[in-house]
């Protein structure tokens, strides 16, 4: 079997694992997706995951496992935060192709690949933007982001572009009922065990919004 095939089928069968439903043509994008990063990966350095294999699972099948916690709607955009190669949010995308998606870094090397992805792609529904998040200043509808610091540190980043609808997801390894307990007084969150097929790693996502 050739390693394009092999590629396919980890995707196809993770994709049914996880209970998602996406076309032969979303899982195609996806697919060209892995590709792009293998071959900008050897100049620009984006991830320290090499391998195709390795990239559809940790990147796109971990990606995809918080599909079913992101808010489905047509009104307002979802923010990535330190999106990196554009992880999560190209992968979102491609899943969520009538929502809107800003992937927010400030590596200018990785929001220059997350824009040509977008184009080679065809991701109308992606905007890209080289900065910080304390010089972000839209309110986004919903904030997705892999988790850089604690779940206190990150909200006091993004507290200035969250409204009282806000909701930041925070994709972390792990997560505990002791790290909720430090959030400040007006916020509330929740986290979930995710199971990624193919990673026997621990992984949570927490959401996060006004109480």
């Not at 559809?56 to 979802?78: I, K, M, N, Q």
């Not at 505990?176 to 307990?181: D, I, R, S, V």
């Not at 007006?186 to 026997?200: E, F, K, M, R, S």
Request: hydrophobic fraction near 40%.
């Amino acid at each position: 079997m050739s390693l394009p095939a092999q590629l396919a089928q980890t995707l196809s069968r993770g994709i049914d694992a996880l209970g998602l439903s996406l076309s032969d043509d979303q899982q195609r994008l996806l697919l060209n997706y892995v590709e792009l990063l293998v071959k900008w990966n050897q100049a620009y350095n984006l991830t320290a995951i090499r391998d195709p294999q390795e990239m559809v699972t940790r990147h796109l099948l971990d990606s995809l496992a918080v599909l079913p916690y992101l808010a489905d709607g047509e009104e307002g955009d979802t923010l990535d935060v330190g999106t990196g190669a554009g992880i999560p949010g190209i992968i979102l995308a491609v899943s969520r192709p009538h929502q809107s998606f800003t992937l927010l870094d400030s590596n200018g090397k990785k929001t220059r690949f997350v824009r040509q992805a977008r184009r080679e792609l065809g991701l109308d529904n992606v905007e890209v933007v080289h900065g910080r998040v304390e010089q972000y200043r839209k309110a986004p509808s919903q904030i997705i982001c892999r988790a850089f610091a604690s779940l206190s540190d990150m909200l006091a980043l993004m507290t200035p572009i969250m409204t009282d609808n806000t909701r930041l997801l925070a994709m972390k390894a792990a997560s505990t009922e002791e790290e909720l307990a430090t959030l400040p007084a007006q916020w509330q969150g929740h986290h979930h065990t995710l199971t990624v097929p193919g990673l026997d790693e621990p992984r949570t996502l927490v959401v996060v919004n006004k109480a």
